[in-house]
């Protein structure tokens, strides 16, 4: 190289290029042939052309191996019917076809699903149509895990126990599986797509704490959907037959949009009943089933604890002659008589009142009343009692001893002196012959007691009681 072989500049010149490298077709050449993507060009049904990435997805190593040959050879027949059917379509030069999935018959006989997108265009002078291919195995690889994953999870949730439940964002139902179904006793055609107030009415909720009807506004889809975060309950479902079934589960937001929402929920029923049971069986007498001294005793603390009640009266009762049928009779009689003589102070008490056993043949009630009221109530105990019992031929007449504590809104008293006043003021009715109520209205150190029976002494009653513990036995078979 001389110095006449230098520019001006002093470099040296370019290498002249091809005569061809500007030949625009030549450059589209090269730019298909070196594309990731695989692309194939045919005429007619002959392939003119595969590009090194086409070659390696139909698995050939020679464009001998394809160029030439027919197309197909290398596609199904479904997706050469197909695809001619989307080319017809393209009369014009550079018209495309939208992208459609087909499948590629590779030489070594596996099958590829391609997506494939067809552009008329000339090729070597004639024309032509263009074929790109997007290899979709590893796309539906996933899409076959997530579609056995969804089937997997679908029938793990049609297996469980719980009740589930999908539902849109305005709490419209969309799916439920068949544990929650049975839960709720519905046919889920009867229930998806019905809108939240219609869904409401059928379902009737209540409240597991008050057993009224649910606000709507506390449901726990709205309040999951308010707050963003999951929402727990437990509510009373009333199902078509006029059962209610207890639920209780979390309702929270599972999903991107479009946002869904998925309830879960068990059946509390029997959990509920037999908590029910214990409770009732911690605060009632087993054989009355009144309540016992431990829910008395709660009743007060609350009444007593009230800055609004008004003036209560605390009655302490004993069954004068229980132990005479008990001697007679035997217990299994003198039981009997227990539950009678139960039942009737329980309906002589005012409905706002509570009566209960807090052991052997003694009673406790709470009654809310004014004190110049009080007189009228325990005649009806009085009253009550007087009515024969017959059984195994007998005829008893069980009567009470009643002390009567009465507690204004000022009284400072406690439970205990309460119960103390009216247990003294019992025992001195009993003391003063039984079948009578003594009163004890002023705290313990700050009064007497005095006998009351319809405004006279406890003595002058209709009839003259028969002594503490005598059985009065009226007639026998």
Known sequence: MDEGDFADDGTAPSPAAPAHAHDPGVQYRVLIDHSPDAIVVHQGAELV???????QLIGASDP????GHPLGEFVTEESTAALFERIRGLDSLGAASSPTEMTLRRLDGHHVPVEARSVRTIWVGRP?????LRDLTAEHAARAEADAANLQFGAVVSCLVEGVMILDDEGVPLSMNTSAAHILDVDPADVLGTDLETLARTLNPISADTGLPLDPEIY?????RRTGRPATFTAGIHRPDGTVVWISGTTQHFSPP??????????????????ARLEYQATHDALTGLPNRLRLVDTLTTTLANPHRGPIAVLFLDLDNLKAANDSLGHSTGDHVLRIAARRLQQAIPGDGIIGRVGGDEFVAIIHAEPS???AITDALHAALAQPITLDGWTLIITTSVGVVTVPPSDTRTIDDLLHDADTAMYTAKQNGGDQTVHHPAPRGNGGMRAHADGESPNTR???????????RVYRR
């Open 220 to 224: 726990p889809f709205a309040r999951a």
């Open 258 to 275: 479009p946002t869904r929402y998925v309830m879960s929920f068990s059946d509390v029923t029997a959990e509920r009943e037999a908590s």
């Open 373 to 375: 009221g009080l007189g």
């Open 49 to 55: 052309f595969v590009n090194a990435a086409g070659l």
């Open 462 to 472: 209709g009839d003259s009681p028969p002594p503490t513990g005598e059985l009065r």
């Open 128 to 132: 032509a149509y263009l074929a790109v």
């Open 64 to 67: 001998a191996d394809v160029v």
